[in-house]
C-alpha cells in the first residue's frame, strides 16, 4: 500500500460535520449527563472506570487497531497475551475482584484465563473441603495452576443428567476412574481448556459399586505442569472457530481411564467414604441454586448495558449520518435530513433507548431482591442439616421466596439477554451499509454476547420452569392456600375482576399501565392452568404456550420494575426534574411500545380495548417518540462508554465518524499491503504482500 | 497438536447413532423426494449440479476444508486463487453464463472477481454504445481488464442523487475531470475494487459550463495493468473486515481530478456532444428501470432457497440431537428425545420450512411476471424516444404494469429477504449449542446474506415504494379510473363490503383465508390515505404505517402466491397426491402461523374474528405442526444441497454430527498446532507454533 498522498490528507468530510452535528444535538436537551450517569453507575464506579482506563491505554499490549483485522491464530495469541498482563496489572495494582473484571470490561473481549477466573476458583471455592482448598484453590489462586469447568458434553448441553463420562470408585487404591466411554462423552465447550488450563473440575457420573449417583465434580490434571503436554490417557484441545468468542479457547476433552486420587473429588457437599465406598449425601444444596440465581440476575443486570453499547453506537450515528431530504421539505430547501429525524429510524431505535434503562433498573431490583434473600437463607441454611433438598424446602416462606427469586431469574435472564441480543442487531441494521463494517463496532460484540442466549439456562428451556412455577402459585391460590406476594397478589384481583372485564386505562393511567400487563400474565397462566390441569394436555403439547406466558410475565416484571424505580424516593432525589420527566417518557414509551408489539394479546385477554391499543399505536407512541427524540445523544452519553471500551467509528463520541472510517481503511488494514496479479490466466497471485508490516508496526 | 491415539479413534458416538436416525425420519413419510425435487430445481439444473459438483471437487484448490478457520487475508487469498480457476474450469469446459454462476453457488462465497462478473459487464453492456463495447467491454469479457461498479460513497448510500463525485466538463480537450471534493466523497463498499479490479464505473455528477446534470457514470482506469499498482491521483484499497463477505475486497477510491477522455463516458442513453458541449437527454431508461426490477426479482426467488440451507441444517441436526425426556413419558423410559419432538422446536423450525416453500413458489411467480411484462415493455419502447422518464410513462397499460411489478418486486425483496436472514439466525440459534461452532455451517452463510437486506434497496426505505404505489392504486379506485389489475380488485372488493365486515372463515376455506390478507392490506392503504390525504400528515410521521402496510401487502401476495401454485395444473401434474397434501398443509402452516404472528391488525381491521385467531393459533397452527413433522426430512432433502455445499457438520446428509465436529476441531484446526505457556508472570506466550502446517498439509 502506497501511504495516502498529501491530497488525501488534505480532504475533509463535506459539512456540517459529525462533530458540530453531535454538538447541536447535545444542545437540545438539558438534562444532567452526569447526575444520570452517577444515578446508573455510581460516582465512585466512573471514577474507577477513569483510573483503569489509563492504565490499560498507556500498554501496548491493549492497543486494539489490529482487534477487527487478525484471524483466529493470532486473535488468540494477542488474548493471551492481554490476559497474562492483566493478571500482573492486578497484583501490581492490588486490584480487588471487581476492578480486575472491570478492567476486562474495557478491554471488552472474552479471555483465555476467563473461565479460570470465573468457574473454576468459584467451584473449588464453593464444593472443595478445606484440605482441597490448600491443595487445588491455593495454587490456582496464585496462578500457578490453570484451570476451567467441564460439564458439557458433545451430545450433552442442558440435560446434565445425561452426562456419559464416567469417575468409578476403585476400593482397592482409593481411586477413581474418569473416563469417556463414547465420542459424545467428550467434553465439549469448554472455556479456556482448548489450550490454556492445566487443570479441570470435571463433571461425571459416579459410579459406586457398580450403582450411579449421578454428576458430581472432580478435579483432574489434564496437561504437564512444565512441558504443557496433555498428560498420558488424556486428548484435550480446542474445538475450533465460533460465529464469535474467538478469543477464547473453549476445548474438548476425552479421558481414557484416568486415575485420580481419592482427595479429587470436591467433597464440601457430597463425598466417598474412602474406607468403607460409602456414599454421602449432598447438604445445602441450596447455596448452588442461589448461585445460578446469582450468575442469571447478573445477567438482567448487565443486559442493560449490552444493548446500551449498540444503541449507543446507532444513535450517535443516525445524528451524524444524512440522507434524502424529506418528502414534505419546501421546495428550494438544501441539504440532506439527519436519519435519526425520520420516524422509521426512531421507531426502531428509541424503544430499544427506553429498554436499556428498563433492563438496567430491573437489574438492580434482582440484584437487591436477591442479596435479601440469600441474607435470609443463609440465616435458615444449617449445613449440619444433610437431608436431600433440604436447602429450597426448609422453611415455608424460605421456601417460596426462594421459588420466586428461581423463576423471576429465569424469565427475566431470557427475556433480558434476547432483548438485548437482538436489540443490538437492529441496532446493527439501523447504522444502514456501515453497520456491516466490523469498524461500526456492533457486530463483534453482538457476536460475542449471542452465547448468552444459551448459557446458564437456554432461553427457551428457562420459560418452562417460569411457567410451572406461575403453574404452582395459581393452584394455590385457587386451593385458598397461597402465600402472600405480587404473583398471588396479581392473581387474586384477576380472579376478582375477570367476570367484569378490566378495560385499563393504559393511555391515561401509569398505574393502570403496569396492571394491564399484570392482567395479561394472570389471563395466560389460568388459561394454561386450564389446559393442564382440566383438558390435560401433555406438558410439550404447552410448550409455547409456556413460553408465551414466560415472555408476558418477565415483561410485567420489567415495566413494574421500571415504574417502581421512578417512584422510589432514591432515584428522585438524585436526578433534576426534568431528567426525571425524561425517564418518566421512556417508561412509557417502553410500556406502550410493549404493549403494542403484543397487542393480540392484550385484546385476547380484555386487558385493554381495542380502541386503546389502536390510539397507542398510532398516537401515544408516535408522540413519545418525537419527545424523547431531542435528548437521545445526551441519554446515551449517560451510559458513560469511553471511545476505547467502544472501538467503533460510528459510536464515536466526537462524532468523527467518516475520519475515523477512513483511517482505518486506509492505514491499518493489512490488506491493503497485497498487491496481486489480477489476471485469471495467470496462476500468480500475489505481485508483493507486504500485510505483516502492519502487524509488526505496532 | 500430538495426533488422536488409537483409543480416540475407536471411540463412537452412543447410540442411536445419527444415521439411524436419519434414516427413520425418512421412513416416517411417502413423499416422493426426487419428484418434489424436480419441482423446484428442473431435472435438468439437478443434473447439471452434479456435473459441477464433480469438477470442483476435484480440484485441490477449491478443498474447503480450512475456510472456516482463515484469518482475512488468507480467506482473500484462497478466494482469489477459486476466482481464477472458475474462470480457467469456464473456458476449458465452455460454460455457460448460468453454469458459472451455478458452480460460484457450490463453491458458495462471494468472490474477488463477483463485480466484475456481474455489474461492470452489465453495465458496460446496457449503457455503451458499440464504440464503449469495442474499447471496454470486450477486454472485460476476456478478463484482460477487471473492473468494478463504483457508485456508492463514504457519506450517501441509497440516496444517488446525493453523490458529491464530480465529471467535469473540458470542452478544450473534450475531457471530463474525475475528482472527489471531499472525504465523503470516496467511493466506499464497491465490491471488487479494493485489490482486484484495474478498471471502475464511476458514477459521477457531471457538469458542463458549472451546471449539474445529475449522475452519469464514467469508465475510468484505476491501476496499472502491469504493476497493478494505483495510477496518479487514485487513492484506492480495500475498506477493512466486514461482519461477512471477507472473501470480498470491497473497496474505497478518491480522485484527484483525473483526467479521462471523452469516450469514457458511458452514452447509450444520454451523452456530450464533443463539439457543442451539449447535453443530450437519455432515452427509455425504463430498461435501467427493468433491470433494477430483475434484480429484487431474484432476490425473491433466492430467498427461499438461502433460507432452505438453514432449515435444512437445522432440521437435520434437530432429528439427530436428543436431549432430556418429555416431562410425560411413562416412568421407567430411557433414553432422550429427538430435539425434533419438542413442539417449541417444531414451532420455531416448520413455519420457515414453510416460507421456504412460498418464498420459492413466489419467486417464480414474480420472474414469469417480470418476464411477460419485459416483452410487452420491449415492444412498446421506441429507443429514438429521448423525452426524459420517457419509459415508465409510455403508454398507459405497459406504465400500470412496470409500476404494479415495481412496487410488488420492491416489497417482496424487502419481506423474502428479511425473512430469510432472520429465519437463518431462527434456524443457528435452534441448533442450541453447537449452531455457535463455525461448523454448524448457518453462521457465516447467514453472515454473507445480510447484505441483501441493504443493498438493491434498504427494506426499510424499499417499503415507501409500494406504500406510494398502494395509496396512489387507493386514489384512483375511489375516483374510479383505475386499471384492472389484482390490486384494484381487492380495493374494491373491500370498500363494497367495508360496512357489512368480512369474519372470513381462515380455518375453514382457503379462498377465505388468501381473502383475509387481501382485507387487511386494503384496510391498511386506506386507513394510511385517510392520514394522508384527509388528515394532511407528513410523510415523515407515517413511515411507519407504510412500513407496517408495505409487509402486509407483501405478505398477502406471498400467502396469494403459494395458493396460486397450488392450483395450478402444472403443478399438480408433476408431484403425487401425497405430497401435494403435504405442499397444502405447508401451505396453511405458512398462512395461519402468519396471521397469527401478525394478529393485532387482523383484529383490528375486522378481517378475521377474534375466536377464529384464537383457535389459529391453540388448535390450527399446532396441529399442522404435528401433521408436517413426519414429513420434514424428506422435505429439506427435496431441496437438494450437496454436503459439500453445505460445509456443515450439523446438516449432514448422512447425520454424522457428532464425528464430523470432533474430526473439524481435533484433526483440521490449526489452533491446535500452538503449545502455550499457560502463566501469567511468564511472558513468554508461545512454546511451540505448529499451526502453519495445517495449512501446508492442504
Same mark, same amino acid.
Given at each position: ?482 402465600? /402472600?406476594? /405480587? ?155 469511553? /471511545? ?9 463520541? /466526537? ?44
Amino acid at each position: 500500500m502506497t501511504p495516502a498522498p498529501q491530497w488525501v490528507k488534505d480532504l475533509k468530510p463535506s459539512g456540517p460535520q459529525g462533530s458540530e452535528l453531535l454538538s447541536a444535538e447535545r444542545a437540545k436537551s438539558n438534562i444532567s449527563v452526569e447526575k444520570l450517569s452517577n444515578l446508573l453507575h455510581t460516582k465512585e464506579i466512573l471514577e474507577r472506570q477513569d483510573r483503569l482506563l489509563k492504565i490499560l491505554q498507556a500498554d501496548k499490549v491493549f492497543d486494539k487497531s489490529q482487534n477487527y483485522f487478525d484471524g483466529r491464530v493470532d486473535k488468540f495469541k494477542t488474548a493471551l497475551a492481554r490476559a497474562k498482563r492483566l493478571r500482573q496489572l492486578q497484583i501490581k495494582h492490588n486490584w480487588s475482584h471487581d476492578e480486575y473484571v472491570a478492567a476486562n470490561d474495557l478491554v471488552s473481549e472474552p479471555g483465555p484465563y476467563g473461565l479460570h477466573a470465573s468457574m473454576y476458583l468459584t467451584t473449588l471455592r464453593d464444593q472443595g473441603t478445606p484440605e482441597q482448598h490448600k491443595l487445588f484453590l491455593e495454587p490456582a489462586e496464585n496462578y500457578k495452576a490453570i484451570g476451567c469447568y467441564a460439564q458439557t458434553e458433545l451430545g450433552h448441553g442442558s440435560n446434565v443428567r445425561g452426562l456419559e463420562t464416567t469417575a468409578t470408585w476403585n476400593p482397592e487404591d482409593k481411586t477413581f476412574v474418569l473416563h469417556s466411554p463414547h465420542l459424545t462423552a467428550s467434553k465439549w465447550w469448554i472455556g479456556s481448556m482448548g489450550r490454556t488450563a492445566n487443570h479441570a473440575v470435571v463433571m461425571a457420573q459416579l459410579i459406586i459399586n457398580g450403582r450411579p449417583y449421578g454428576p458430581h465434580p472432580f478435579v483432574c490434571q489434564i496437561r504437564d505442569m512444565k512441558t504443557h503436554l496433555p498428560l498420558d490417557g488424556i486428548h484435550v484441545g480446542d474445538i475450533g472457530p465460533k460465529f464469535g468468542y474467538n478469543t477464547m479457547d473453549n476445548g474438548f476433552l476425552l479421558l481414557n481411564k484416568v486415575k485420580i486420587p481419592h482427595v479429587n473429588m470436591l467433597a464440601r457437599f457430597s463425598s466417598v467414604d474412602p474406607a468403607t465406598g460409602k456414599y454421602l449425601k449432598p447438604s445445602s444444596p441450596s447455596l448452588i441454586y442461589g448461585t445460578l440465581t446469582w450468575v442469571r440476575s447478573t445477567i438482567v443486570l448487565q443486559s442493560g448495558g449490552v444493548l446500551a453499547r449498540g444503541v449507543t453506537i446507532a444513535t450517535r450515528y443516525a445524528a451524524v449520518r444524512r440522507q434524502f431530504q424529506d418528502r414534505d421539505a419546501p421546495a428550494g430547501s438544501k441539504g440532506e435530513d439527519q436519519v435519526l429525524n425520520y420516524t422509521m429510524v426512531q421507531y426502531r431505535l428509541l424503544p430499544l433507548l427506553a429498554a436499556t434503562f428498563a433492563l438496567h433498573f430491573t437489574g438492580k431490583a434482582m440484584m437487591a431482591l436477591y442479596q435479601d434473600n440469600q441474607k435470609m437463607i443463609m440465616a435458615a441454611a444449617n449445613p449440619a442439616d444433610s437431608k436431600r433438598g433440604a436447602g429450597p424446602e426448609q422453611t415455608h416462606s424460605g421456601s417460596d421466596l426462594l421459588a420466586d427469586l428461581h423463576a423471576t431469574s429465569c424469565g427475566l435472564k431470557a427475556l433480558g439477554s434476547t432483548t438485548a441480543a437482538e436489540g443490538l442487531e437492529v441496532c446493527r441494521r439501523a447504522c444502514g451499509g456501515h453497520g456491516y463494517s466490523s469498524f461500526g463496532g456492533i457486530g463483534a460484540w453482538y457476536a460475542d454476547y449471542l452465547p448468552t442466549t444459551t448459557w446458564e439456562g437456554d432461553n427457551y428451556m428457562l420459560t418452562q420452569q417460569v411457567a410451572r412455577y406461575l403453574l404452582k402459585s395459581a393452584r394455590s391460590v385457587l386451593k385458598g392456600n397461597a402465600p /402472600d406476594n /405480587d404473583t398471588t397478589r396479581i392473581f387474586n384481583t384477576f380472579l376478582q375482576k375477570q367476570d367484569m372485564g378490566a378495560a385499563h386505562d393504559v393511555l391515561g393511567s401509569d398505574t393502570d399501565l403496569v396492571a394491564a400487563f399484570a392482567w395479561r400474565t394472570s389471563f395466560l397462566t389460568f388459561e394454561a392452568l386450564k389446559h393442564r390441569d382440566v383438558e390435560k394436555n401433555s406438558w410439550n403439547s404447552l410448550l409455547v404456550d409456556f413460553w408465551r406466558l414466560s415472555t408476558a410475565h418477565s415483561q410485567y416484571l420489567v415495566v413494574k420494575n421500571f415504574h417502581d424505580a421512578l417512584q422510589s424516593e432514591s432515584l428522585r432525589s438524585e436526578v433534576d426534574p426534568e431528567t426525571l420527566d425524561v425517564l418518566h417518557k421512556l417508561f412509557r414509551l417502553h410500556a406502550l411500545n410493549t404493549l403494542e408489539k403484543e397487542a393480540s394479546e392484550f385484546y385476547s385477554s380484555a386487558a385493554v380495548t381495542v380502541r386503546q391499543i389502536q390510539l397507542a399505536r398510532t398516537k401515544a407512541v408516535m408522540k413519545l417518540l418525537e419527545e424523547v427524540r431531542p435528548h437521545a445523544l445526551r441519554l446515551v452519553d449517560a451510559w458513560s462508554f469511553p /471511545d476505547w471500551q467502544l472501538d467503533s467509528s460510528l459510536g464515536r463520541k /466526537d462524532g468523527k465518524v467518516y475520519e475515523d472510517l477512513f483511517h482505518r481503511a486506509s492505514e491499518l488494514n493489512p490488506l491493503n499491503g497485497l498487491t496481486i496479479d489480477p489476471y485469471p490466466d495467470n496462476d500468480v497471485l500475489v505481485k508483493n504482500d507486504e500485510t505483516a508490516k502492519f502487524k509488526s508496526k505496532l
